[in-house]
């Protein structure tokens, strides 16, 4: 049984006595905020007329009007860019910063580690735009081409992709909408970028625009004094906003395309890869959130088994397998305590933020996932999904715990009771006979007929295992 103990005065007997609390108990009367909204989101941004090797002749023949798609061709574009990101650099006094090491981290938080002096800085002036650059080497899907030659003297270049290490610019913006936020350029043909923003950043700053009152948690809230309203703003976080972040910043930062290949068709579209997507319960008391977070770890290590990741994600198992690994992780970065359990490429976290709220948060590494497209346009229906996600993990760890009597109710079958002068007596827990009746009552509970003495004592004498008379049948609940 998931439970904490906590004292608790009785009005029935002196003293003190322990009581048992359960996930429901907490959950229902201790809850001070319920919020919903996307957190982090990292988007790929490619070039859809850009993907396949006759794709690159088109390009190279049709825009740029050169006879032979060759890499000579292509090359001069990128050294262009990266001579344009030297000059903007040195004209608005942004920082390069050059790291010793390749971060391959999810959220580049190394990066940010960086660039957050910055950010402040740029944030306490109110100057937005780009505060730092981020040159790096990553891997990335580029354009490689082979040299083939004919039996005459015809040359010409076969295109396809691979994985290679190459040079990328991180451009790091302090946004009005979103704070702080970044756009990363590869320099490699076709020029693959990814966009990174926030949405809980997103959500505080129009909080704020529209002078509603909170405090802040690491990534969150933690407290509002209009909590519907609050809700409302984080549910018209959508597409046009994250495309609206893309457009501002695209025309202002270098790129190696520019107007005369939008105009020809060969510009960037967006499409999701990780979001996240969370729901935090704030607790009115610390300490219920510790113990109501250590209880739920300690019983749902099962979590991760394959009737319950089918449920939560509401997948149906029936005449499927999967060759996933099924597994719950639990693990202590630092003094916090988090559970991780996946699905194919995605996966929900469980954790207590700053010891005082309870955080649920479904990433969706892979829309395919919950049989999602990828574009940018289906982000609601993605967050719709995942936010069903959230709701099935906490439904199945509550209805888990729907066998735990709460501490009032216990009291009340455990105890003698009194009301208005008549006596009730005790279901006493842990006596056999007692514990023996209980079981007898299961079973004829679903009787639509009913039961009698006779009949019930039949079955209490089968659990005990001996003869039980009419009198001890009787006497039992005294």
């Given amino acids: 049984m998931l439970s904490g103990r906590q004292s608790r005065p009785s009005g029935d007997h002196d003293g003190v006595m322990t009581s048992c609390v359960n996930i429901n108990d907490v959950l229902d009367g201790h809850v001070s905020l319920d ?11 490619y070039v ?6 006759g794709q690159v002749e088109r390009f190279c023949k049709d825009h740029l009007g050169q006879p032979i798609a060759s890499p000579a061709v292509i090359q001069p574009i990128g050294n262009r860019f990266r001579r344009e990101v030297d000059a903007f650099a040195k004209a608005h006094g942004v920082p390069i910063l050059h790291l010793k090491e390749p971060d391959r981290t999810r959220w580049d938080d190394r990066k940010l580690d960086h660039v957050y002096p910055y950010f402040e800085r740029a944030e306490k002036a109110r100057r937005y735009g780009v505060v730092a650059i981020v040159a790096a080497q990553e891997f990335q899907w580029v354009f490689s081409a082979t040299k083939k030659t004919g039996s005459g ?10 994985e290679r290490r190459v040079g990328t610019f991180y451009f790091y913006i302090c946004d009005r909408e979103f704070g702080l936020g970044f756009i990363k350029i590869s320099t490699y043909f076709p020029y693959p970028a990814k966009v990174w923003l926030n949405g809980h950043e997103w959500a505080k700053r129009q909080a704020r625009r529209g002078h509603l009152p909170f405090s802040e948690l690491a990534n969150g809230f933690a407290s509002c004094t209009r909590p519907v309203r609050l809700q409302a703003i984080c549910n018209a976080f959508g597409p046009e906003d994250v495309q609206g972040f893309f457009d501002r910043w695209i025309d202002v930062i270098p790129a190696p395309l520019g107007d005369a290949e939008r105009q020809a068709g060969y510009f960037w579209e967006l499409s999701m890869r990780p979001v996240e997507v969370s729901r935090t319960l704030v607790f009115d008391d610390p300490r219920r959130a510790r113990a109501f977070f250590e209880a739920l770890v300690a019983d749902n290590v099962g979590v ?27 693990f202590s970065p630092g003094t916090e305590v988090s559970i991780d359990v996946r699905y194919k490429h995605s996966k929900v976290k469980q954790c207590l933020k700053e010891g005082r709220a309870y955080r649920i948060e479904t990433v969706i590494n892979k829309p395919a996932d919950l049989r999602l497209l990828a ?5 609601p229906e993605l967050v719709e999904r995942a936010r069903q996600v959230n709701h099935r993990v906490l439904m199945i760890e509550r209805a888990g715990q729907g066998c735990a009597i709460g501490s009032a109710l216990f009291e009340r079958i455990h105890q003698p009771y009194n009301r208005e002068g008549q006596r009730t007596g005790a279901l006493r827990f842990g006596d056999p006979r007692a514990m023996a009746l209980a079981g007898a009552l299961c079973c004829v509970v679903h009787a639509v007929s009913g039961f009698t003495n006779k009949s019930l004592r039949g079955l209490v004498a089968g659990l005990l295992g001996g003869d039980y008379s009419v009198h001890q049948m009787t006497v039992t609940t005294s």
């Fill in 304 to 330: 991760g088994r394959p009737h319950e990741v089918h449920a939560v994600f509401g997948r149906d198992r029936r005449g499927r397998t999967t060759a996933m690994p099924f597994a719950t992780r639990i």
């Fill in 153 to 162: 003297a015809g040359v010409w270049f076969d295109w396809h992709k691979e």
């Fill in 35 to 45: 919020v919903e909204c996307v957190d982090r989101l990292y988007l790929n941004a």
């Fill in 48 to 53: 859809p007329k850009l993907q396949v090797g």
């Fill in 375 to 379: 574009r940018l346009c289906h982000l």
